[in-house]
């Protein structure tokens, strides 16, 4: 696609349930990152993918956090069991993979967690 | 970790005048990239400018310029002939140049405000 993608743009949930968060990243990209901005803050990060493999996801903060990603594209954010310190923007982007000053990591607009 | 500080939350500039957004840094790292990313209230974050660490000479991109001081581990955004279109918040980030590593570091952020 034209640019980095993420669903949905916004979502409410309640305490205790689970959620997806789904990235779809600029086409030919194979890195895929995962950040969270949460109200007033800045960036953290979460997850970094390289293909489908996920050489850095020390960003997770519990176990109740996970990613995959398939075919190398798409890639799916599960938060479980959420509590409300989990509402935030959570926002994906992807580079070319290189680690060049020109790989610029390219961001979606994020979608918004609001747990009740 | 590498830690990323910007001490000004909020800016305000009149129309056609300049600002400029202050960011310091931590690294025991010699070579490392930086950057300031926009964030519009849509939340799309667009890159503005980078800067390598081993170049010398401050990077440029039209209106925008940074003053890089290496030494002092300070890397500023000035914006000139502010525009309406500049309001939004501001980060400052740094990546470090080893491979497996490609994950941004943000600052807080800055939040621009360009007075008509």
């Known amino acids: 696609g034209a640019g980095v993608s993420q669903s949905p743009s916004n979502k409410v949930t309640e305490k205790g349930k689970d959620v997806e968060l789904r990235c779809d990243p600029i086409?030919?990209?194979?890195?895929l990152y995962w950040y969270r901005q949460s109200l007033g803050q800045g960036l953290e990060f979460l997850i970094y993918f390289q293909g489908n493999s996920a050489p850095d996801k020390s960003g997770l903060p519990s176990d109740r956090f996970s990613a995959e990603r398939t075919g190398g594209s798409v890639s799916t954010l599960t938060i479980q069991r959420t509590q409300q310190e989990d509402s935030a923007v959570y926002l994906c982007a992807s580079s070319t993979g290189l680690a060049l000053p020109t790989d610029t990591q390219y961001f979606g607009p994020g979608t918004r967690l609001t747990v009740l | 970790a590498q830690t990323v500080t910007q001490s000004q939350p909020e800016m305000s500039v009149q129309e056609a005048e300049t600002v400029t957004l202050s960011c310091t840094y931590d690294t025991s790292e010699n070579n490392y990239y930086l950057f300031w990313y926009k964030q519009p209230p849509s939340r799309q974050m667009i890159l503005v400018i980078r800067?390598?660490?081993?170049?010398?000479q401050n990077a440029t991109e039209n209106r925008f310029s940074v003053n890089f001081q290496k030494a002092a581990k300070s890397f500023s955004l000035k914006i000139s002939d502010s525009q309406l279109g500049d309001t939004a918040m501001y980060f400052c980030?740094?990546?470090?140049?080893?491979?497996?590593?490609?994950?941004?570091?943000f600052g807080a952020g800055t939040t621009v405000t360009v007075r008509a």
């Open positions: 086409s030919g990209h194979t890195a």
């Open positions: 800067q390598e660490a081993y170049k010398q």
């Open positions: 980030a740094f990546r470090r140049v080893f491979s497996n590593d490609y994950k941004l570091s």
